[in-house]
């Protein structure tokens, strides 16, 4: 059972910096397609930042040039965030997917796997 757990989520100031990791245990295959998500009170979830298992990243135009999406050998999934805005603030969940001819991200963002996920506030 693939089990992801967040972290390093937090209260900061506008314009702070946060680092989010994502640690993944019980994966079975060596690759999988690996996404950051958020969701703030009573807004629908949004991708954030994808990484496939070539390390090819896509970002959310929102976050483009602020925020920094990567992961290790493991599989274990990290966001840095930088100069970050009160709209930012929101549970940031991450998610893995294995089939990866499926696309990555999958259609519809439909991971299948998904982290309980981290608070970040920002303040101003």
């Known amino acids: 059972q693939v089990k992801l757990v967040e972290s390093g989520g937090g209260s900061t100031q506008v314009g702070g910096s946060l680092r989010l990791s994502c640690i993944g245990s019980g994966y079975v295959y060596n690759k999988y397609c690996l996404g950051w998500f958020r969701q703030a009170p009573g807004k629908e979830r949004e991708g954030v930042a994808f990484?496939?298992?070539?390390?090819?990243t896509t970002y959310a135009d929102s976050v483009k040039g602020r925020f920094t999406v990567s992961k290790d050998d493991v599989n274990n999934l990290y966001l840095q965030m930088t100069s970050l805005k009160t709209e930012d603030t929101a549970m940031y969940i991450c998610?893995?997917?294995?089939?990866?001819?499926?696309?990555?991200?999958?259609?519809?963002?439909?991971?299948?796997?998904w982290g309980s996920g981290t608070q970040v506030t920002v303040s101003s």
């Open positions: 990484i496939d298992s070539d390390g090819e």
């Open positions: 998610a893995a997917d294995p089939r990866l001819w499926a696309g990555c991200p999958p259609p519809g963002n439909r991971y299948t796997y």
